[in-house]
């Protein structure tokens, strides 16, 4: 559904890492309810080799919580695009 009334504003809600002193953001539209995940923070204990879903977890309770519709994930720093294929790769 497209909109074209321009004095609708998105929702902005914003999740800070302290442990990687980074913010991810849930952007969603009140009239669709699409959303889109920005800058998702995946939790590595580097010591342990171990990956948790803390940070995430807490975004998709947010995401349900508010009965959005997750539409698009959007990585905008270089190196988190890099870390995630990597991933990617290893995994296939």
Known sequence: ???NNLSIR???KAFFD????TISYVVSDPVSHACAVLDSV???DYAAGRI????ADGIVDYIMSQDL????II???FMRIICLR?????KS
């Not at 302290?18 to 002193?21: A, E, F, K, M, S």
């Not at 519709?69 to 698009?72: C, K, P, R, S, V």
């Not at 990597?86 to 290893?90: G, P």
């Open 75 to 77: 990585e905008t720093t």
């Open 1 to 3: 559904m497209q909109h």
């Open 42 to 44: 995946l939790d590595m």
């Open 86 to 90: 990597l991933l990617i790769c290893k």
């Open 69 to 72: 519709t997750l539409a698009w």
């Open 52 to 55: 948790t879903y803390d940070h």
């Open 18 to 21: 302290p442990i990687t002193n």
């Open 10 to 12: 998105p929702d902005v």
